[in-house]
C-alpha cells in the first residue's frame, strides 16, 4: 500500500517557482504517480503524471529520482490562479484495488502578491 | 458529453432518510470512481467499477452505503438512513482505466447536509 506523505500547506508570492514534494516509501514497482489541482468547490483536475526521471507539460514538471521514493511538482512563475489544493496519488493503473487509491490529505498552496 | 457530469449539485436531507446520487461518466471510459470529501479534508476512496467486474466495495463506510452502475455507464450512489457525518461532497470520476496512462476525470460534485 503506497501511501503518501505530502506538507500540509505552503505560501508562495506571484511569480515564484514552487515545489511541492510528495513522499511515497513504499511505492510498488507497477505504481505510477499523478498529481492533481483542486479548486474549492471543484473536482480535483489531472496536472501531471510519470513514472521515474522527469516529465514537464505546458503546466507543470515532475521530478522523480531513480528510487522513486518521493517526487517532486514543480509550479513554474505562479500566479494568484494557482491557489489550490494539491494532491500526489500513487497507484497501478487500471486502478483495480481500492486500497490504491487513497489521495491523503493534498497540499494547500496560497500564492500571495 | 463533455465532462464528467453529477446531480444533484446539492441535496439536504433530514436525518433518516435515504439519498440517491447520480454520476454521468465521459461516454467511453470504462473506470468509474466515487470519493467523499469532508469540509477542509482529502478525497476518502468509496468505490470503483471497472468494465462488466464485480465491484471494488473495499472504501464503503457502512452497509447502509451502495452504489451501482448501469449499463457500465450511468452509477447511481445510495445513502440509506442518512446521519450526520455523512454530510460531505461526493465525488465522481471515470477513467479509460488504459494500462500506461489512467487519468480520473472528476465531475463537481455533490454537496450533501443530512440535517
Known amino acids: 500500500l503506497a501511501k503518501t506523505t505530502q506538507p500540509i500547506s505552503m505560501d508562495s508570492y506571484e511569480g515564484q517557482e514552487v515545489n511541492i514534494t510528495c513522499s511515497h516509501n513504499?511505492?510498488?514497482?507497477?505504481?505510477?504517480i499523478t498529481w492533481y489541482q483542486q479548486f474549492p468547490s471543484q473536482g480535483p483536475r489531472f496536472i501531471i503524471q510519470g513514472y521515474k526521471t522527469k516529465v514537464t507539460n505546458e503546466v507543470a514538471s515532475l521530478f522523480i529520482p531513480a528510487d522513486r521514493k518521493s517526487s517532486t511538482l514543480s509550479l513554474p512563475r505562479v500566479s494568484l490562479s494557482d491557489t489550490a489544493v494539491y494532491y500526489c496519488?500513487?497507484?497501478?493503473?487500471?486502478?483495480?484495488?481500492?486500497?490504491?487509491?487513497?489521495f491523503g490529505g493534498g497540499t494547500r498552496l496560497m500564492v500571495k502578491p | 458529453g463533455a465532462g464528467v457530469s453529477q446531480s444533484p449539485s446539492n441535496k439536504v436531507t433530514e436525518k433518516g432518510k435515504d439519498v440517491e446520487l447520480r454520476c454521468d461518466p465521459i461516454?467511453?471510459?470504462?473506470?468509474l470512481y466515487w470519493y467523499r470529501q469532508s469540509l477542509g479534508q482529502g478525497l476518502e476512496f468509496l468505490i470503483y467499477?471497472?468494465?462488466?467486474?464485480?465491484?471494488?466495495k473495499s472504501g464503503l463506510p457502512s452497509d447502509r452505503f451502495s452504489a451501482e452502475r448501469t449499463g457500465g455507464s450511468v452509477s447511481t450512489l445510495t445513502i440509506q438512513r442518512t446521519q450526520q457525518e455523512d454530510s460531505a461532497v461526493y465525488l465522481c470520476?471515470?477513467?479509460?482505466?488504459?494500462?500506461?496512462?489512467?487519468?480520473?476525470?472528476f465531475g463537481p460534485g455533490t454537496r450533501l447536509l443530512v440535517l
Open positions: 513504499n511505492i510498488a514497482t507497477n505504481d505510477y
Open positions: 467499477f471497472q468494465g462488466n467486474s464485480a465491484p471494488d
Open positions: 461516454s467511453g471510459h470504462t473506470a
Open positions: 496519488l500513487v497507484a497501478t493503473p487500471p486502478n483495480n484495488a481500492g486500497n490504491m487509491l487513497t
Open positions: 470520476a471515470s477513467s479509460l482505466a488504459d494500462r500506461e496512462r489512467e487519468t480520473q476525470y
